[in-house]
């Protein structure tokens, strides 16, 4: 665990004591420029494809990516918003934990970071380690070694994002989260280019029901892995 980010790791959230972790940590890692070469990746992938066996690359290159980015998104962002820590998440800087399956555990990083000296004032500056020096990388390269296409894996990072505001207005309702929105609500990045988390969540009305529906925007193709259902947030007619 990183000291600096114990006050994050508490009752439901306790489990992500283990998940960012220094160098020190003993378990063994493979740095992320290493995974995400086409022979690892390849190797990994069907570590965790044995499981659903017959399944489709891109679907098990979705789900896989889910787990990914559940251990990541959610103690990064939280670390960021809640106790305004800024934490080294550049691809080339990270290593990661799999388990026996390929499924990851966590991340090994250079360093516990710092909190920021000024708290920026721009979500966009704020999130720049994630967004541009780790999701971009790393979506760009998975999409062109499973040939999925970028808008799935970018939705499932952007699901976890939603999902995780969501946890902390419930959970500390006083808390300004209002960077986090503004990054999931802006069409276009500042130097013009398409914002790829902009809304990747929908509340829907449906006939019947009191409780607006959550629904994700772009379908994480979980229907291509064997034995697995549609997920409850998916948006394919008559999921």
């Known amino acids: ?107 090994k990083l250079p360093d516990p970071g710092q909190r920021w000296a000024l708290a920026p004032t721009d979500t966009f500056q704020r999130f720049d380690e994630l967004t541009e020096g780790h999701l971009r990388p790393f979506i760009d390269t998975v999409a062109i070694l499973t040939r999925l296409s970028p808008k799935v894996l970018w939705s499932n990072a952007g699901n976890y994002f939603e999902w995780l505001l969501g946890v902390l207005a419930s959970a500390i309702p006083q808390a300004d989260l209002s960077h986090g929105h503004d990054l999931l609500n802006a069409v276009d990045l500042p130097d013009g280019r ?31 892995v064997g034995g697995l259902a549609v997920c409850e947030n998916c948006p394919l007619p008559n999921a």
């Open 1 to 107: 665990m990183i000291p600096a980010l114990a006050p994050l790791f508490i009752a439901d959230f306790a489990h992500y004591r283990d998940v960012l972790v220094l160098e020190d940590d003993p378990r063994p890692a493979v740095p992320l420029r290493t995974l995400l070469t086409p022979e690892v990746f390849s190797s990994v992938l069907n570590r965790f494809g044995a499981q659903y066996p017959g399944s489709d690359r891109r679907g098990l290159a979705s789900i896989w990516s889910k787990y990914y980015f559940t251990k990541l998104i959610p103690p990064v962002v939280a670390a960021s918003l809640m106790l305004d820590h800024r934490l080294p998440l550049r691809l080339e800087q990270l290593q990661v934990m799999l388990d026996e399956q390929g499924m990851p555990l966590g991340f």
């Open 194 to 224: 398409r914002n790829r988390l902009y809304q990747p969540v929908q509340y829907i009305k449906v006939a019947g029901q009191v409780d607006l529906k959550r629904q994700r925007r772009v379908c994480c193709v979980r229907y291509r």
